[in-house]
């Protein structure tokens, strides 16, 4: 679709790697009505059994956009604010007063944002997470799956910025 105009945030993967994560985040994408930005390279054909098993039949229907880079990407969408998701953050996402044009960027399922984007980023947040390894002295979760977390912060998103009946 290449829906570049549209007022909704968007999600954008930096180089995923896993296509069953990039299938469920299609599909919550196109739940919560929002266009999916890809920055290439990606760990995996777009041909792949396992991406379209994630995204089921829906996966047609996802505003799905590639971007060679991330200079690319961000010279695309020049008025429209990139928010940096990840672990490294100590800022809630629920600090954030979000915008309609924001972009919520997730990293790598591996290694997550490279500092040199998260420096590139106007905003960094992440998901606070109370059973965390910095929170329990043993035992403490490292990290949520890619999917799992951008479906928590596109809800956060939509239900902040009154989107989800929209």
Do not use: H
């Not at 990039?22 to 919550?28: D, E």
């Not at 990139?82 to 924001?102: G, H, P, R, W």
């Amino acid at each position: 679709m290449n829906s570049f105009k549209r007022y909704r945030p968007r999600v954008a993967l930096f180089q995923p790697r896993i296509p069953q994560n990039t299938g469920t985040i299609g599909r919550s994408c196109l739940a919560f009505n929002m266009s999916l930005d890809i920055i290439k390279p990606t760990g995996f054909s777009f041909e792949d059994k396992y991406l379209k098993r994630a995204g089921l039949d829906y996966w047609a229907n996802v505003d799905l956009n590639l971007f060679e880079s991330f200079e690319d990407y961000k010279n695309s969408f020049i008025n429209s604010r990139i928010i940096a998701l990840t672990k490294k953050s100590s800022n809630s996402i629920s600090n954030i007063i979000y915008k309609e044009s924001d972009i919520l960027l997730f990293g790598r399922e591996d290694t997550g944002l490279p500092d040199s984007i998260i420096n590139n980023c106007e905003l960094i947040a992440g998901i606070p997470m109370p059973g965390g390894e910095n929170q329990l002295k043993a035992g403490g979760v490292r990290s949520l799956n890619l999917s799992v977390a951008c479906g928590i912060v596109c809800y956060s998103v939509c239900l902040q910025l009154n989107l989800l009946g929209k």
